[in-house]
């Protein structure tokens, strides 16, 4: 079956360090794969988008790597910040452009000061 | 320039009741987009407009729920009658074409409770 996973449990890291967050899919095809930020009470933000051909994205203190092999995106903020602290979501568009995007349940992070 | 809106924020209605949310998308984006997130689930997709068409409504879960985007800009998703499963967060998002990798930009959402 198809399925996207994130780590369910809260990722609780100290400020500074870098928070690493995992998705995983399984029999899907994704043309691209986003991240997104989400919280309490808002939608999600958009923050990163990757696509199939690509390895690695940065923007300032995210990066995002993508390997269509092992099916899997890994997250990475460098030197976190207590602002951080949210729920990142990951979403995948198997639609070929149309933006439908399939997301994951997202995984809660908390940066303590 | 103005983010996408959503209301009402919040609402809360009794099962058999009809409820109509709406959203305004980012002047200048044709493609709107409605999501939900029920109870301890994923955000799922429902469906996605071109201007006034409908491009893919692959994720409405049935015949109770209607939306309709007249006009090509503000669209409406009517819920009639409303069932217990239908509580939830139904999200709006909008992007300015649906060519590959567009971002989307969601609205604050509006919180469903149907009783």
């Known amino acids: 079956s198809q399925k996207i996973e994130q780590n369910s449990e809260a990722l609780n890291i100290q400020e500074g360090k870098t928070a690493t967050l995992t998705c995983n899919y399984t029999?899907?095809?994704?043309?691209?794969l986003q991240w997104y930020r989400q919280d309490p009470g808002r939608g999600p933000v958009f923050l990163l988008l990757?696509?199939?051909?690509?390895k690695e994205k940065r923007k300032e203190r995210l990066k995002v790597t993508f390997d269509t092999t092992l099916k899997q995106s890994l997250f990475h903020i460098t030197a976190s910040q207590p602002a951080d602290s949210a729920t990142y979501l990951c979403?995948?568009?198997?639609?070929?452009?149309?933006?439908?995007?399939?997301f994951g349940a997202g995984t809660r992070l908390a940066v303590h000061p | 320039e103005a983010g996408v809106t959503q209301f009402p924020s919040h609402s809360v209605i009794e099962k058999g009741q009809t409820v109509t949310l709406r959203c305004d998308p980012i002047?200048?984006?044709?493609?709107l987009y409605w999501y939900r997130r029920v109870m301890g689930k994923e955000i799922k997709f429902l469906l996605h407009?071109?201007?006034?068409?409908?491009?893919?409504e692959s994720g409405m879960p049935n015949n109770r729920f209607l939306a309709e985007r007249t006009g090509g800009t503000y669209s409406t998703l009517k819920v009639q009658p409303a069932e217990l499963e239908d509580s939830g967060v139904y999200f709006c998002?909008?992007?300015?074409?649906?060519?590959?990798?567009?971002?989307?930009?969601f609205g604050p959402g509006t919180r469903l409770l149907v009783l």
């Open positions: 002047s200048g984006h044709d493609n």
């Open positions: 979403a995948l568009d198997t639609s070929g452009g149309y933006n439908k995007l399939i």
């Open positions: 029999n899907y095809s994704p043309a691209y």
């Open positions: 998002a909008s992007s300015r074409s649906y060519g590959r990798g567009e971002t989307q930009y």
């Open positions: 407009f071109v201007k006034e068409s409908k491009q893919d």
């Open positions: 990757i696509r199939e051909n690509e």
